[in-house]
């Protein structure tokens, strides 16, 4: 079973960019479809980004879309996303998480119950 460490959030102002970085360990990370998912105070959890265990490809809800940049190294178990043009609105818990599934579809990589591991979160705020 893999582990998840995020790390990279903070606080910047509105404009401004952050690279959240997430580290797994404790399985063969290239096995896996990976996401960012986030949660503002009050609000459900949603789908941010994801990105299958190729790279090859990549989801982004509209929300996000052109602003932010997902990527992974298999070779440094590690995902990331690039948040850059962040808004008051982006302010949120992020989370990474982690699919097992063998099926790689827009839907199983964008609902939030396909993902059997998560991170403990790292917190973005963003000022106006």
């Known amino acids: 079973q893999v582990q998840l460490v995020e790390s990279g959030g903070g606080l910047v102002q509105a404009g401004g960019s952050l690279r959240l970085s997430c580290v797994a360990s404790?399985?063969?990370?290239?096995?896996?479809?990976m996401g960012w998912f986030r949660q503002a105070p009050g609000k459900e959890r949603t789908f941010a980004a994801a990105i299958s265990w190729s790279g090859g490809m990549i989801y982004y809800a509209d929300s996000v879309k052109g602003r932010f940049t997902i990527s992974r190294d298999n070779a440094e178990n590690t995902v990331y996303l690039q948040m850059n043009s962040l808004k008051p609105e982006d302010t949120a818990v992020y989370y990474c998480?982690?699919?097992?599934?063998?099926?790689?579809?827009?839907?199983?990589?964008?609902?939030?119950?396909?993902?059997?591991?998560w991170g403990q979160g790292t917190q973005v705020t963003v000022s106006s």
């Open positions: 998480a982690a699919t097992g599934l063998a099926s790689q579809t827009t839907k199983v990589l964008t609902t939030t119950r396909t993902y059997t591991t």
């Open positions: 404790g399985g063969t990370f290239s096995r896996y479809g």
